[in-house]
């Protein structure tokens, strides 16, 4: 039903009581246009809304953007080169991100749907509420696969729910003190990091590298001081993206220890490793055996939408969690899995979701992130349809694991190509020992955080980031006049 509001119009948004948004009860925020159908003098008619404690509510139904009112947005400090959205979330390492308007990227972190994007010096983030679970039982209904009991008298929904709650609850957001802000799991954790990075060399002849600084992400509030969503939602953000790392020093470093790197970070900055969940992290890349980018992005989002639960539509476009292991490994979703065109990774699916809730439990794989990377490697390696690859790059991605180097033909070609290697010659194919010997030479080459400097030259390798070198050297070219 419509409802009027007494409102001041403005050009492009509309400042309105509502609640929404983590914001709480009679909030005055601006209403984009986007909800508004008609406008005579001061009243406003919203196109459609709910009522949540007789406040209103608009109907969250379209992707956020920036320019239709950044009163509404929250934002934290983090320059461009320390993060280059369009690069990051579009290389390979996640494949639940869509561009959903220029510039805005559209996903789901910690269980929640969000929509980024960025200006020169700050990280611009807008969350979704998700449906009322009421609503979200008639969506899917017989189109998913019916799970059993994953405990005594515990339901399939009661384990999403649980899991949920445990991924929101993953990043640690409580004040440290008085005006010190928040200090996360993961920030704690990359101080050991920058530790190693003061005293390991970072090439031949470097001696001593320079430790990586904390990057300051201070927050910005539209109504001043940040709330306690705010600040949770912050340290989300700062986890996922691992902003306690300068990635302007660990350039630095590396630029003096490689030339060629040097050459390719001139285009290619901002690109850092996502910190994601490794439950979604392991079996999106069980996904990617044989496959590129495009397919494995269509083949994870139909396995979300079809044993995941509901999150919100936005602009007819469903977002969904990541299925439980519960989910996965429940009878008949190998064949569900050939019918959405998973192939034989089906079967591998399935059986490694089986093989860690029989033997391992629910939450080994985050117990992965306190061990080393040899030992992370070696017990991935014991699922089905996890090679030397899948388990580097889950180690790299979401285990915490910064010196594990995932090794394809595609970074074999760059190592001999690029860096006059000849690690594997004589070999056609990627051997076990071709695989250790790359690298091994990359580690000693860029050091604890090696598998970082190798993901800008993966990045840069990619076709579909091609135009940027062109643009590059017409830059140059531009300036050399």
Same mark, same amino acid.
């Given at each position: 039903m419509a409802m009027l509001f007494s409102a001041m119009c403005l050009q492009f948004c509309n400042p309105v009581t509502v609640m929404g948004n983590g914001r709480p009860a009679g909030s005055v925020v601006a209403l984009p246009l986007e909800h508004v159908r008609e406008r005579e003098g001061t009243e406003i008619k919203v196109v459609s809304c709910r009522v949540v404690s007789q406040k209103v509510l608009p109907d969250m139904s379209r992707h956020a953007v920036l320019s239709a009112g950044a009163s509404l947005w929250r934002s934290i400090s983090c320059p461009s080169a320390e993060l280059r959205l369009d690069l990051v979330l579009n290389c390979g390492q996640s494949f639940r991100w869509r561009e959903t308007s220029e510039g805005h990227w559209t996903g789901v972190i910690a269980g929640r749907v969000w929509t980024l994007t960025q200006t020169q010096d700050r990280l611009w983030y807008w969350t979704y509420p998700s449906e009322p679970r009421e609503e979200r039982e008639t969506e899917t209904g017989a189109d998913r696969v019916k799970t059993e009991p994953t405990g005594e008298g515990e339901t399939q929904g009661v384990t999403?729910?649980? #899991? #949920?709650?445990?991924?929101?609850?993953?990043?640690?957001?409580? $004040?440290?003190?008085?005006?010190?802000?928040? /200090?996360? &799991? /993961? #920030?704690?954790? *990359?101080? *050991?990091?920058?530790?190693?990075?003061?005293?390991?060399?970072?090439?031949?002849?470097?001696? #001593?590298?320079?430790?990586?600084?904390?990057?300051?992400?201070?927050? %910005?509030? $539209?109504?001043?001081?940040?709330?306690?969503?705010? *600040?949770?939602e912050q340290a989300i953000l700062r986890d996922y993206f691992q902003l306690s790392v300068s990635l302007g020093e660990l350039y630095e470093q590396w630029s003096r220890a490689d030339p060629h790197f040097k050459q390719v970070s001139e285009t290619f900055t901002g690109v850092r490793i996502l910190r994601q969940d490794p439950r979604e992290c392991l079996f999106s890349f069980i996904c990617t055996s044989n496959n590129h980018i495009s397919r494995i992005s269509g083949m994870v989002q139909r396995l979300c939408e079809r044993l995941g639960e509901p999150l919100c539509q936005l602009d007819q476009t469903p977002y969904h969690q990541f299925p439980t292991l519960q989910a996965l490994a429940a009878p008949g979703v190998e064949p569900l899995l050939r019918e959405l065109g998973f192939g034989y990774r089906a079967r591998f699916v399935t059986q490694s979701a089986r093989q860690i809730l029989e033997q391992q439990g629910p939450d080994w794989l985050e117990s992965l992130r306190d061990v080393t990377l040899e030992e992370a490697r070696l017990a991935l390696r014991k699922l089905p349809g996890v090679g030397a690859k899948v388990a580097d790059c889950?180690?790299?991605?979401?285990?915490?694991?910064?010196?594990? %180097? $995932?090794?394809?033909?595609?970074?074999?070609?760059?190592?001999?190509?690029? &860096?006059?290697?000849?690690?594997?010659?004589?070999?056609?194919?990627?051997? @076990?020992? %071709?695989?250790? @010997?790359?690298?091994?030479?990359?580690?000693?080459?860029?050091? $604890? &955080?090696?598998?970082?400097?190798?993901?800008?030259?993966?990045?840069? @390798?990619?076709?579909?980031?091609?135009?940027?070198?062109?643009?590059?050297?017409?830059?140059?070219?531009? *300036?050399?006049?």
């Open positions: 999403n729910r649980r #899991e #949920e709650k445990r991924g929101a609850e993953r990043v640690n957001t409580e $004040p440290t003190g008085e005006g010190e802000g928040i /200090t996360s &799991y /993961t #920030e704690k954790k *990359r101080r *050991r990091g920058r530790e190693l990075i003061k005293t390991e060399p970072m090439g031949e002849g470097e001696g #001593e590298g320079e430790g990586a600084r904390e990057v300051k992400t201070e927050e %910005v509030s $539209p109504q001043g001081e940040g709330s306690e969503q705010d *600040r949770k889950v180690c790299l991605m979401s285990l915490d694991k910064a010196e594990s %180097v $995932p090794v394809d033909t595609h970074v074999w070609q760059i190592a001999r190509r690029d &860096y006059a290697s000849q690690l594997g010659a004589g070999h056609k194919s990627l051997t @076990d020992r %071709v695989y250790h @010997d790359i690298g091994d030479h990359f580690r000693k080459l860029w050091g $604890p &955080y090696a598998g970082w400097a190798h993901s800008v030259l993966f990045c840069a @390798d990619l076709k579909k980031f091609q135009n940027l070198k062109a643009e590059e050297q017409v830059k140059k070219k531009g *300036r050399k006049r």
